[in-house]
DNA sequence: TTGCTCCTCACGTCACGTGAGGTGGC
DNA sequence: TTGCTCCTCACGTCACGTGAGGTGGC
């Protein structure tokens, strides 16, 4: 009677629908070892949990918005991963130190990534700015062919 | 017959690591008709001058800033590229409605590339924040496990 | 039972990477 | 002349796309 919402499962369907990419895409990763099913059904079906969920959506922002190949997401991301594999037995009671080794291998990544986004905001910055000055020099340069419409010059 | 500001030519090679590719991607945008040189000498030699590099900077920066397809970026950068065509020819005497037929069709690529950049930053800076977050987190957790430990900074 | 979704090959595609083998220009 | 850079194939790779042919679960 108790059917909690947060222990849904999705099928691989679901998922791909949910997050927005296609069912290759997810059997590729898993392929390549960046993402493997929670729950492996004994029918061969795939199950995903909500920590799958939030892995691949993961995945997906750093590939789309830092442009990083998958190899540089597994790297980046295997921290993550680990602690995330851990997450279960976490009130298994492990010790200070070991959940402090576990929180101290991720906040490198971590940063390595907040550094990334951070020259990525400066680039799109610029190009923003160069962007709207090239657009109002056109505007202008309209107006002015616009004005002399009726004068044709040499 | 005016003089012209900067004569320099480059050859492939040095296009490709003035700008930072190989010269595979150079002559890969040339096969599918992103770029092409403005001289190809008797020798079968591509040449390429200044109006070359802005152009193969500007695809560039679009598809590496955001993610945009081959295709994309002929669509977004099609008028530029009719525009650089005719800038030859600018002084050649084109009527004033010819010139701001150019700037006009130029005009909403622009703005569209506008929009991409402004939805790009949104996402990057939602990104960024989260990030900061979750690292702020983990120190704090870090500190928590090293409290009552009795051990050393660093 | 009937669809629908799932499964595993496996070839195709996009955007190049990487030689092979040869010619030309400084 | 000697290197170096250029040229054109052409196969390889990464990150999937797209069926083919078959099985399983609601």
């Known amino acids: 009677m108790t059917t909690r919402r947060r222990d849904r499962t999705y099928r691989i369907g679901e998922l791909a629908e949910r997050i927005g990419v296609t069912t290759r895409t997810i059997r590729y990763y ?5 993402l493997a099913p929670s729950i492996r059904s004994k029918g061969e079906q795939r199950l995903y949990d909500e920590s799958d969920v939030t892995r691949l ?3 997906l922002r750093l590939r ?3 442009g990083l190949s998958l190899d540089e997401l597994a790297a980046l991301t295997e921290a993550e991963q680990a602690r995330a594999a851990l997450r279960d ?4 009671n492990p010790s ?3 959940k402090a080794k576990i929180v101290l291998a991720a906040i ?3 940063e390595r990534q907040l550094k990334l986004v951070q020259t990525r905001q400066r680039r799109l910055s610029d190009f923003g700015k160069e962007l709207s000055s090239r657009l109002e020099t056109l505007r ?6 616009q004005e002399g419409r009726e004068q044709s010059r040499s």
Do not use: A, K, N, T
């Not at 898993?30 to 960046?34: S, T």
């Not at 037995?89 to 298994?92: G, L, R, V, Y």
């Open 96 to 98: 200070d130190s070991e």
């Open 30 to 34: 898993e392929e390549i070892g960046l």
């Open 89 to 92: 037995q976490w009130h298994d």
């Open 140 to 145: 202008r340069r309209l107006e002015e062919f």
């Open 108 to 110: 490198p990544l971590i």
């Open 57 to 59: 959506q993961e995945l």
């Open 64 to 66: 789309d918005l830092l």
